[in-house]
């Protein structure tokens, strides 16, 4: 469905992708993992129309949405859930949430969406008047999640969603996200956390200094040698 054809992207003269290109199937979980600073938040934040490419192509469902402006990028069915969360803490989680749900057609089906989300997350119903700055971090983790879920999106990016978590909170946060996908949503996420990444996602593509140094099956991936060694201190 998410086509991303030689993707070049750069801060001034940093180049930060180097002719990047990957493909997300219809209904697929796919992870890109990655060191610190391979430029795994530079292409989620591209695809997700918060950064221009200098050069490449994005397209989804065969429409060349490259050149859309960033707001339209949500009508196109494609939400973001970004690395730190960036919640309105002042603003109650309902409203957090509500945000999330502004275009008409999400609009119309928010009591339906919330009900979802709820199902998904049970403890945001007991939290929805709650300021979401008073929530734990995994808590607001699965706000943010919600909020983005709130758009209906076709395809939800998820940047780091286990950073700074506990290994319990993280172990329920991919196990939310693979519900999520087994609903028939298409996710992309991206994480230094490769085992755990690896371990739900049914393909994955490895990023190091901008550019796709490997792509494939998670357990081939993880039986590389050059992988172990970079990425499982084997
Ligand atoms: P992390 O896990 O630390 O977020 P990452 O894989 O997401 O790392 P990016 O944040 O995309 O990597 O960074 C890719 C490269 O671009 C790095 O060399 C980084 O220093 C550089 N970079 C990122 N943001 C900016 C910016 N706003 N201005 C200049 N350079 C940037």
Not at 40 to 46: A, Q
Not at 136 to 159: C, E, K, N, T, Y
Request: with cysteine.
């Amino acid at each position: 469905m998410l086509e991303v054809r030689d993707l070049r992207v750069a801060y001034g003269a940093a180049q930060a992708l180097w002719s990047v290109s990957l493909d997300v199937r219809d209904g697929e979980l796919l992870c890109v993992v990655g060191p610190n600073g391979a430029g795994k938040t530079t292409l989620i934040n591209t695809i997700a129309g918060m950064l221009r490419a200098r050069s490449g192509s994005i397209s989804l469902d065969g429409r060349d949405i490259t050149q859309l402006p960033a707001h339209r990028f949500c009508d196109a069915g494609i939400a973001l859930v970004p690395e730190g969360r960036r919640l309105f803490t002042g603003m109650s989680v309902l409203e957090n949430l509500e945000l999330g749900s502004y275009l008409p057609k999400a609009k119309s089906e928010r009591r339906q969406t919330l009900a979802q989300v709820i199902d998904l997350f049970p403890v945001i119903e007991e939290k929805l008047a709650s300021p979401a700055g008073e929530l734990s971090g995994g808590q607001q983790q699965m706000v943010a999640i919600a909020r983005a879920l709130m758009a209906r999106p076709r395809l939800l990016l998820l940047d780091e969603p286990s950073l700074g978590l506990s290994p319990r909170i993280v172990h329920d946060m991919f196990a939310a996200i693979r519900r999520i996908n087994a609903g028939g949503m298409s996710v992309l996420l991206v994480e230094q956390n490769v085992v755990m990444a690896m371990e739900v996602s049914q393909r994955a593509y490895v990023l190091e200094e901008g550019r796709v140094v490997a792509e494939g099956a998670p357990q081939e991936l993880l039986s590389r040698p050059e992988i172990q060694r970079a990425y499982l201190g084997v």
